[in-house]
């Protein structure tokens, strides 16, 4: 018998089924299930499915100061089933953080800051004693199911004198192990956003895409996407929204649209203070504001599941597929007169909101 048996599913795009789960994975999608599960769970006509929301840019290590959240308040009450701490800790704290992690309802993973503290101050790229390849290596190695990659932030509060130094060695860092995935956090210059994207290469993740800088990717005066950012997007450079308190801006994300050009994956850089006062409040608001500038659910929904599961490596995550981790966010789509504001303080409405009703992780359903 089958732990839970989810029927009368239906995907955002109107795909009906129904999902056999047991041992915390899914072993069945079928028009039909036949047979009993121990629970049952039955949708209402007004529930949609999708696999578990994943947002791969949060800070979520409760000790810090600077940035810090609790696992559970940005994840599984928010609907969200995995959350990709961003760069949060380092090679000498993130071991306590994969222990408090580890007590979560929510899947916890990290990346790892290439300073050896991570955010305990604004400016941890500004001294580079603190950024060590030795320390790096071994921290990768003691956590390998925690760690799915590196944090780089570059941008001027942070590197201080630096310069682009910091960027050089989380490549270098990188190139030690293959596949591992890079964050690079973009600000107020300097770096030039313009070098900081000739150092990265393909798969390299870009988050803040769409922030409304001056040192952005949008040209202000000729009201286009500069061409250098368009030669990185081309390269296969993935652009991550990490809204945050100053990072994302509705001119520049529907300007990109007009253009052709999206992003790839949608997060929140969610931490306590822009949860509790905004402008962030959860994911969920953040993919109502790509639905405002003009993206479909359908490609907001992927954004925030199969692409970040993609991008990060995150192999029994993000598809309602046989074998797959069974996490699962179930909501609804309302009409709505919701006011969102960007980072820069412009507001917008929309006529459609997306509610989290409930959250299965690993086959454990919890209420919203």
């Not at 990060?312 to 966010?329: C, E, H, R, S, V």
Request: proline share 3%; with cysteine; glycine share 8%.
């Amino acid at each position: 018998m089958l732990d839970l048996v989810v029927r009368n599913a239906k995907t955002i795009d109107g795909q009906k089924f129904a999902l056999g789960i047991s041992d915390g994975k899914i072993v069945e999608v079928a028009d039909e299930i036949i047979g009993e599960g121990h629970r049952e769970l039955v949708l209402d006509e007004e529930h949609y499915l999708s696999p578990g929301w994943i947002d791969d840019h949060v800070h979520c290590y409760e000790k810090m100061t600077l940035y810090y959240d609790y696992p559970d308040e940005v994840g599984v009450k928010r609907g969200v089933t995995t959350v990709i701490d961003a760069g949060t800790t380092g090679a000498e704290n993130i071991g306590d953080f994969c222990e408090l992690a580890g007590k979560s309802k929510t899947n916890v993973y990290a990346l790892l800051n290439i300073s050896k503290w991570g955010i305990v101050e604004q400016d941890e790229l500004a001294d580079l004693t603190k950024v060590q390849q030795d320390a790096v290596r071994t921290a990768i190695e003691e956590y390998p199911d925690f760690i799915v990659g590196l944090k780089a932030r570059m941008s001027k509060t942070v590197i201080g004198s630096s310069g682009i130094e910091p960027l050089k060695l989380a490549k270098k860092f990188q190139s030690e192990y293959g596949e591992l995935p890079l964050m690079v956090h973009v600000g107020s210059a300097p770096p030039e956003l313009s070098d900081i994207m000739a150092l990265m290469d393909k798969g390299d993740v870009l988050t803040h895409c769409f922030n409304g800088k001056e040192n952005g990717i949008l040209d202000r005066e000729r009201h286009q996407i500069k061409a250098f950012a368009w030669e990185a997007y081309k390269k296969g450079i993935i652009f991550d929204i990490g809204h945050g308190t100053d990072s994302f801006n509705f001119d520049v994300a529907k300007q990109a649209l007009s253009e052709g050009m999206k992003s790839s994956s949608i997060s929140s850089d969610i931490y306590v203070r822009n949860r509790k006062n905004g402008p962030v409040y959860d994911l969920a608001t953040t993919m109502e504001k790509l639905f405002v500038v003009g993206y479909s659910w359908e490609e907001i929904i992927k954004q925030v599941t199969e692409s970040p599961a993609k991008n990060f490596y995150l192999k029994n995550k993000g598809k309602l597929a046989a074998g797959y981790d069974a996490d699962i966010t179930i909501f609804t789509i309302k009409k709505s007169d919701k006011v969102l504001t960007d980072s820069n303080g412009h507001t917008r409405t929309a006529e459609e909101e997306i509610v989290p009703v409930k959250t299965i992780i690993g086959g454990q359903i919890y209420d919203n």
